[in-house]
């Protein structure tokens, strides 16, 4: 397969791919949107980055062509509420006039308008498990009209606690329906929930999923531990490209993104702590390239898809390896090239050799040499004349920016 042109989709979505600039599938696109299409049931393991999103949507809005309805006919069930806006603003991007629009359905945002959707005539409905079980229970919507369930990032959820939710919300749906399931991997306990959910699935795996794509060039660079933030800022004061910091704890985020805007760089955060408002905005703000640091939990090292980073910086390890993997998951995104650099300090060494070794990888080794002071970080009234103007410093909820020393 080489183009989305040989795929058998209708007319009007090969136009729209092609207004798109969508030209070559990935291999998990290739191989599931057929088999999605021929109404199939569909369990697609493959590494972050791969194509996922489009391999479902595509199938979802050819049924939709083909049953116009003014009630939900498709239901994309995610972890978290940064996929399900990406998964809506795909599905936006693509359908045209023609198709119905899509209802978002998530925790922490107002719940009227996103009823308010639904009940307009939204065909597709993507969903947080823990959202929907809500409305469920509360007879607030109606699925029996359901035609194609879609678990995105299954092993994701399950991380997350959602299994149960998951098999609440199935038990209401048709039981004709067909089921696709997209999983970065397929551990003991995805396998047992899609037993339970699928019917004589196509079962299609791409690579391991539990190495980086092969398109990411991956180094390691000892620093010092109380120099870990000026290697920071000696990294990307020579980096152009979007960049994505992962930091282990909320705190350390809090941390890390205010000493960056404190130094000059474009900087926002996500974590868990942070209002729904202040995630939005930072994650628009580095999809918008308003903002060319995005400092980050593992909150987002799934629920962020953002095309053109360029660099993934692990400011701290990851506590497993599949966490590294998804964070490195974030560049090279369907078929691009990426960078992805992590720091440690010596006590880690071993840690680090640990973490090689279950994923059968060699990062390069990397030395910065002699680090420049950072100026000191006292917080003091801000003022916009005495930043750096050399790059673009953008003001997000609840920021708060600090004074250069003189």
């Not at 083909?66 to 996929?83: D, N």
């Not at 899509?102 to 925790?107: D, E, K, N, T």
């Not at 469920?136 to 919507?141: M, T």
């Not at 490209?241 to 996500?270: P, Q, V, Y």
């Amino acid at each position: 397969m080489t183009t989305f042109t040989e795929l058998p989709l209708s007319p009007a979505l090969q136009e729209r791919l092609a207004a798109a600039h969508f030209a070559t599938p990935t291999p998990v696109q290739a191989a599931s949107i057929p088999a999605a299409i021929e109404g199939k049931d569909v369990l697609a393991t493959a590494a972050t980055g791969t194509g996922k999103t489009l391999a479902y949507l595509l199938p979802v809005m050819q049924q939709l062509e083909k049953q116009p309805s003014r009630e939900i006919m498709a239901v994309v069930l995610v972890p978290t509420r940064e996929l399900a806006m990406q998964v809506v603003d795909q599905y936006e991007a693509l359908r045209g006039r023609k198709l119905p629009p899509a209802a978002l359905v998530v925790g922490g945002l107002s719940e009227r308008p996103q009823l308010m959707a639904i009940r307009k005539g939204a065909g597709l409905m993507v969903a947080t498990p823990g959202r929907l079980e809500d409305f469920i229970s509360r007879r607030l919507i109606n699925l029996s009209r359901v035609r194609i369930l879609v678990l995105d990032e299954a092993d994701r959820m399950l991380d997350m606690g959602f299994v149960e939710a998951i098999r609440r919300i199935v038990k209401v749906l048709p039981q004709n329906r067909q089921t696709l399931c997209f999983s970065a991997t397929l551990e003991a306990s995805v396998a047992h929930l899609v037993k339970a959910i699928l019917r004589d699935p196509v079962r299609l795996a791409f690579g391991s999923t539990l190495k980086p794509v092969e398109n990411v060039t991956i180094e390691a660079i000892e620093v010092q531990e109380d120099r870990k933030k000026e290697a920071l800022h000696h990294i990307l004061s020579r980096e152009t490209g979007r960049c994505l910091i992962f930091a282990r704890t909320k705190r350390g985020t809090e941390r890390l993104a205010k000493s960056l805007i404190h130094g000059g760089f474009s900087a926002g955060m996500i974590h868990g702590d942070r209002s729904q408002n202040q995630r939005t905005a930072a994650l628009h703000g580095f999809q918008q390239g308003h903002i060319q640091i995005l400092v980050a939990t593992d909150v987002a090292s799934r629920g962020i898809h953002v095309q053109d980073v360029a660099h993934v910086i692990n400011y701290d390890l990851p506590q497993i390896a599949e966490d590294f993997v998804h964070r490195v998951g974030r560049t090279a995104r369907a078929g691009r090239t990426g960078k992805a650099s992590t720091l440690f300090v010596r006590h880690e060494a071993r840690e680090l050799r640990k973490l090689e070794s279950t994923l059968g990888i060699r990062m390069e080794r990397r030395s910065l040499g002699v680090l420049p002071a950072l100026p000191d970080e006292k917080p003091v009234a801000v003022r916009r004349s005495v930043l750096n103007t050399r790059r673009t410093i953008v003001r997000l909820p609840g920021e708060t920016f600090r004074k250069e020393s003189a």
